[in-house]
């Protein structure tokens, strides 16, 4: 072999490893690539995300897309792949929400009294994206010290920067020598002494209010008497089990929605008036966390009108009808409209209510039926 030849071989093998050498470091520094499928930007604001597909592949061209990695935010979806020599890729897809959220009013318009205090009848929020907004909602406040008509602004605002805004009309009326109201509520019936109280309501002429369950299912039929006599069928409960329907908000609705059909088959309709078992301030559901601050805010979501009360007969707690009697006077008497908690499976209520009507008829009140617009009483929420 010439010297010649020898010079040529040794620069064709120089070169070949030089070739081979920045093929190596091109590998070792080239990253694998992801390629998006659909559009780079995708509105949620109205419709669920439904991925639109990826692929990935390594610098040699094969398919890796089983080794991406997806992470969703609020507002992108993030794709990221490994290659063979830990070199990573990542691709970004843009979430946008255009939509507004929605604002719901239980009740509409309504009016309070000169120098009263306003109850907020009902208002939430929902937005697709997000979810319940209710506790973002900003309301501007009412001055019942001036007569006449003012608007609330209710304005809640997404993770989006959507803004949605409602209204309702308040008007702050002059007390005119009007009569106060009484309330009379009974809760857990229809029972045994149901009957007897509606007799004593039709004797003198009284509407009442009546928070049904199902626990006594065969006086389930005085439902209808109770409606077609002109007072106000609502629900309780169906089952009247606390651990029952504040395991979850899903079961309390469950157990809700059970009772109103109960209610449709005996009055024609349901209703969207309720009460909550022990109140919205009850504590015996804590051992499910914050479930009555969730449940309230969903009633103005669902369309459901709350209501507690303000004057309470103790008639649960086996009182007396002497007592019973007392415990009414007394409430009464501190409040301009009072909301009476009495139930109609008390053989006492019964005692007790010929008293009660005979004594609001003597001292110039009126006695009233709950609506969904009308007066109602919220607790404080401790759950």
Not at 59 to 82: C, L, N, P, Q, R
Not at 211 to 226: A, C, G, H
Request: overall charge negative; some cysteine.
């Amino acid at each position: 072999m010439t010297n010649k030849t020898r010079r040529i071989i040794t620069v064709t093998i120089g070169v070949l490893l030089l070739v081979l050498l920045g093929f190596g470091i091109t590998l070792a520094v080239s990253h694998p690539e992801i390629t998006l499928e659909g559009a780079d930007t995708v509105d949620v604001g109205t419709e669920e995300y439904v991925e639109p597909g990826y692929t990935a592949k390594d610098v040699f061209g094969k398919d890796i897309t089983d080794k991406v990695e997806t992470k969703m935010s609020h507002d992108a979806v993030t794709y990221t792949v490994t290659g063979k020599f830990g070199k990573k890729a990542t691709a970004t897809r843009k979430l946008v929400d255009t939509a507004p959220p929605e604002i719901m009013l239980t009740g509409g318009d309504t009016t309070v009294m000169k120098g009263g205090t306003y109850r907020e009848p009902g208002v939430g929020a929902y937005d697709f994206y997000d979810g319940n907004l209710t506790e973002e909602i900003k309301a501007t406040e009412v001055d019942t010290s001036k007569v006449g008509k003012q608007e609330i602004t209710y304005t809640v605002t997404d993770k989006s920067g959507n803004t949605a805004t409602a209204t309702r009309t308040v008007t702050v009326k002059k007390k005119q020598g009007t009569k106060p109201a009484i309330y009379l509520t009974f809760d857990d019936g229809p029972g045994k002494y149901t009957e007897q109280i509606l007799d004593i309501l039709d004797e003198y002429g009284v509407k009442a209010t009546f928070f049904v369950t199902n626990q006594f299912p065969k006086y389930q039929s005085l439902i209808k008497r109770e409606a077609k006599s002109g007072h106000t069928v609502a629900i309780h409960t169906y089952s009247h089990n606390y651990e029952k329907i504040y395991a979850s908000a899903d079961a309390f609705w469950e157990d809700i929605e059970k009772m109103n059909e109960v209610i449709k088959k005996q009055t024609g309709k349901k209703t969207n008036i309720l009460r909550f078992p022990g109140g919205a301030s009850n504590t015996i559901s804590r051992f499910t966390e914050g479930i009555m601050t969730q449940l309230v805010s969903d009633c103005a979501l669902k369309g459901y009108q709350y209501v507690d009360w303000n004057v309470d007969s103790a008639d649960a707690e086996n009182a007396g009808a002497e007592t019973i009697y007392n415990n009414v006077i007394n409430g009464v008497s501190n409040h301009e409209n009072s909301i009476i908690l009495m139930h109609d499976v008390k053989e006492a209520t019964v005692e007790a209510l010929p008293d009660i009507i005979q004594w609001g008829i003597d001292n110039g009140y009126t006695f009233k039926v709950i609506t969904a617009e009308g007066y109602v009483v919220h607790h404080q929420v401790n759950n």
